[in-house]
T-cell receptor, first 113, second 113 residues
Framework: SQELEQSPQSLIVQEGKNLTINCTSS?????LYWYKQKYGEGLIFLMM?????EEKSHEKITAKLDEKKQQSSLHITASQPSHAGIYLC?????????????FGKGITLSVRP | GAGVSQSPSNKVTEKGKDVELRCDPI?????LYWYRQSLGQGLEFLIY????????KSGLPSDRFSAERTGGSVSTLTIQRTQQEDSAVYLC???????????FGQGTRLTVV
């Protein structure tokens, strides 16, 4: 089973619209990361959240980690074509003293001009 | 180098041949991760290194896959007797350790024909 579930699987929005995507874990998250990937390219780091209730913003993108640290949302305000891509959430799935940085399947965002 | 470097960027190999993929992490990064990404899929965790040791090898798909890291730096992922289902983009990432941002390379696109 997938340790990190992302929703929706894909999203098409009109340019200028706001949108929210989610990442849910069945386990407590010790570090939650959001990355963006353009097709065929590597991953670009967006934000990292660690504390329950934490919220970070960068330009028009805001990410939150809920109080129970099991879900994160990423909100884009006034979407632009440059926001199109695959958004992946990753998390530290701690097993004993070791870290396993695990990712969800990603959400494909398309922005119509 | 300034970022994580992977080589080759593209590799086409015949079924049954062995291949070796290389990852040069950011200098000073003790943690190194290998992932596999197939078309339309998320990042499949393969293996994680802390220094030269691999505390978590749980993601390696079969005994045809192996990885090593030397000098706490360069890592190689070896796939023996390649199969068509091994075709994917293999991504490497490095970080300073747990709960820190992981930086990704551009990946190696492996095609087994």
């Amino acid at each position: 089973s997938q340790e990190l579930e992302q929703s929706p699987q894909s999203l098409i929005v009109q340019e200028g619209k706001n949108l929210t995507i989610n990442c849910t874990s069945s386990k407590t998250l010790y570090g939650l990361y959001w990355y963006k990937q353009k097709y065929g390219e590597g991953l670009i780091f967006l934000m990292m959240l660690q504390k329950g209730g934490e919220e970070k913003s960068h330009e028009k993108i805001t990410a939150k980690l809920d109080e129970k640290k099991q879900q994160s949302s990423l909100h884009i305000t006034a979407s632009q074509p440059s926001h199109a891509g695959i958004y992946l959430c990753g998390a530290d799935m701690v097993t004993g003293a070791n870290s396993k940085l695990t990712f969800g399947k990603g959400i494909t965002l398309s922005v119509r001009p | 180098g300034a970022g994580v470097s992977q080589s080759p960027s593209n590799k086409v190999t015949e079924k049954g041949k062995d291949v070796e993929l290389r990852c040069d992490p950011i200098s000073g990064h003790t943690a190194l991760y290998w992932y596999r990404q197939s078309l339309g899929q998320g990042l499949e965790f393969l293996i994680y290194f802390q220094g030269n040791s691999a505390p978590d090898k749980s993601g390696l798909p079969s005994d045809r896959f192996s990885a090593e890291r030397t000098g706490g730096s360069v890592s190689t992922l070896t796939i023996q007797r390649t199969q068509q289902e091994d075709s994917a983009v293999y991504l490497c990432a490095s970080s300073l350790g747990r709960a820190t941002e992981a930086f990704f390379g551009q990946g190696t696109r492996l095609t087994v024909v």
